[in-house]
């Protein structure tokens, strides 16, 4: 009686403890759908292309990687501290929103337009930070997303594995940028004018959706 007792007892702990496994992989795997759903790295693509058709192969590599790096420093940074920043400063996340799409409707542009970014020194400005790092990859989206999984956590293990997501979604933002630069060898100059142009009215429609839907939450409230 009592061996059953006991077998019984581990049984159910085991069971316990597959329930969480299960129920932390899940978690994760959602974080990282979800983020990369919204980070869209297809999407990103031709912009990435439009804003460094100029640039070397070993730069272009340098800023796929750049971007991804600074997208993923901002994303964490606003999970810890994103919260707290924003009621302090007293500011909602739709004013954040509007605010990335006025700097996004900037830069598409002078896509659109053929301008140099920031004009005479453009060259010696970092695209992967902006607008490429944020806001188009670290937008409002991605940063609300997971600062609503942050407060979802109930175990170390959640932590751990939104960690890991976050992670595996830059790498796969990285790599997909950083693949998509053989495409500027095949088109020739004439196909990376177009493209910055397709870049640029992409960008543009990107920046007045985030407007549009600020302003609606705006007037709504």
């Known amino acids: 009686m009592g061996a059953l007792r006991v077998a019984g007892k581990s049984s159910k702990g085991s069971y316990a403890m597959n329930i969480a496994e299960v129920s932390t992989l899940t978690f994760s795997i959602q974080a990282f759908v979800t983020l990369l759903v919204i980070l869209d790295p297809p999407g990103a693509t031709p912009i990435f292309l439009g804003l460094v058709a100029d640039k070397s192969k070993r730069e272009r590599i340098q800023l796929a990687w750049q971007a991804a790096l600074v997208s993923l420093i901002v994303i964490a940074f606003f999970s810890i501290f994103g919260r707290f920043i924003l ?111 397709i870049a640029g009215l992409l960008l543009a429609a990107i920046a007045v959706q985030m407007l549009v839907d600020a302003i609606r939450v705006f007037v709504a409230a």
């Not at 790498?171 to 495409?183: E, F, G, K, N």
């Not at 196909?191 to 910055?196: D, E, K, N, P, R």
Request: charged share 10%.
């Open 87 to 197: 009621e302090y400063m007293n500011v909602s996340i739709e004013a954040l929103q509007a605010a990335g799409g006025l700097l996004l409707l900037y830069v598409a542009l002078e896509l659109l337009t053929g301008r140099d970014m920031g004009g005479t020194d453009g060259k010696d400005k970092n695209i992967a930070l902006v607008p490429l790092g944020t806001p188009l990859l670290a937008g409002p989206g991605a940063i609300v997303a997971t600062m609503i999984f942050v407060q979802q956590i109930e175990t170390p293990a959640q932590s751990l594995g939104l960690i890991a997501a976050v992670v595996a979604v830059h790498v796969v933002i990285a790599i997909s940028l950083m693949a998509s630069t053989t495409i500027l060898g095949i088109i020739k100059d004439s196909g990376v004018t177009l493209l910055a142009r």
